[in-house]
Each structure stands twice: as structure tokens, then as C-alpha cells.
């Protein structure tokens, strides 16, 4: 892979073209299977010749690797944003949430693709990083759960299953969400935090 320009403005471009490499590769990862998809087909989806693919990857895994990444790390970041901001703890699960249900509605063949294929690197060395950030992201969760237990606005016989049951409910959205259908994602995101404090809101 070449390296990106110093010039900021002419990373800029490449990273924004990077970016549509790594979601046409997730494109044609979702639709034909990682295993099925040959270097031609990735060609074929990004219109670069094989020299101009290898600009901006080295391989046809290192674009699942990024295709992952994409996946947890804004998602981490906004979340950490988020929580810097002033709120109650039933404020930050919303916003959480929210955030959680658009990220994966822009990312749609992104999250096809890891469900369908995490088996294949979870054993990866490069893999770690993605398992810290993903449990960094439930331990963001589950605090601003325990927050709202100790200051009494949620009761919560178990926090875990509590947890559990927000990761379920989020994860399994790919599977039905569709762009042009009558919920967008910020009313899926409302919608799933008022089942789950309906539950476990104080009364």
C-alpha cells in the first residue's frame, strides 16, 4: 500500500477515496462472502486498475481488518464525545443509543460483513484491537447503566442481562433495518430505549 501525501489536502483526498474503497469491499464482501470475492471482483467495484487497488490496500484482508475498524472506532470515539457531555443517565443512553442505530444504518454492509465473517479473524493477532474497542464500547454502556442505578433512576435486578438485552436488541437491527422503510434510526433508537427503561426505570 502506498503511503498517504503529506500535503493535508491531498491526504484528505486520499483518505475520503480510501474510504470509498473500504465501503465498495464491503459492498461486494456482504453480497458474494469474503471468501468468494477475488481481487478482479474488488476491481470490478472500485473501477481502479490492480496497481491503483493496492494504492490503498495491501491485501484483500487488510480490507476486512479496515472494514471492522470502521465499524468500532467512530462509534467509540462519538461515544466517548457523548459522555463528556453533561446528562442524566437516561440522556446518555439515549444519545448513546442514537448514535449506535445511525452509525449502523450508514454501515449497513459493514455490519453484514462482521457477523458474517469475525469467525474468520478472531484469531488474528490484529484482531485484539478490535475485540478492546468493542468491550470498550459495552464498558461505556454498562456505566452509564450502574450510574443510573446508583443514583436511583434505574432498577435493575440484573445489570448484565440489562446490558445483554441492549447489545441483542441494537445488534439484531441490520437483519431488518431498511433504508426506505417508515422507522428511521433515530426513532428505532427511541423506540428501544423506552422497551428497555419501561423495564427498568425507577417508580
Not at 483526498?13 to 462472502?33: C, K, P, Q, S
Not at 487488510?62 to 446528562?87: K, S, W, Y
Not at 449506535?100 to 478472531?122: C, K, P, S, Y
Not at 436511583?152 to 426506505?180: E, I, K
Amino acid at each position: 500500500m502506498g503511503s498517504p501525501p503529506a500535503s493535508p489536502a491531498l491526504r484528505e483526498r486520499y483518505e475520503r477515496r480510501r474510504a470509498d474503497v473500504v465501503a465498495a469491499a464491503a459492498r461486494v464482501f456482504a453480497r458474494r462472502g469474503y471468501h468468494a470475492t477475488s481481487i478482479d471482483d474488488l476491481i470490478a467495484a472500485t473501477g481502479l486498475t490492480r496497481g491503483g487497488l493496492y494504492h490503498y490496500t495491501d491485501s484483500k484482508q487488510a480490507l476486512l481488518f479496515a472494514i471492522f475498524d470502521e465499524l468500532m472506532e467512530p462509534l467509540l470515539a462519538r461515544a466517548r464525545e457523548l459522555l463528556d457531555e453533561p446528562g442524566t443517565p437516561e440522556q446518555h443512553l439515549r444519545a448513546l443509543t442514537r448514535a449506535w442505530v445511525a452509525h449502523i444504518a450508514t454501515h449497513l454492509d459493514h455490519m453484514v460483513v462482521f457477523n458474517q465473517e469475525r469467525g474468520t479473524l478472531e484469531r488474528d493477532p490484529r484482531w485484539r484491537h478490535l475485540r478492546a474497542a468493542r468491550r470498550e464500547f459495552e464498558r461505556l454502556l454498562a456505566g452509564v447503566l450502574r450510574r443510573g442505578q446508583q443514583d436511583g433512576s434505574f432498577a435493575m435486578a440484573d445489570p448484565q442481562l440489562t446490558l445483554l438485552t441492549l447489545l441483542g436488541m441494537v445488534n439484531y437491527t441490520p437483519q431488518w433495518f431498511s433504508p426506505r422503510g417508515r422507522l428511521t434510526p433515530e426513532r428505532i433508537a427511541d423506540g428501544y430505549c423506552d422497551l428497555l427503561l419501561g423495564g427498568i426505570r425507577s417508580r
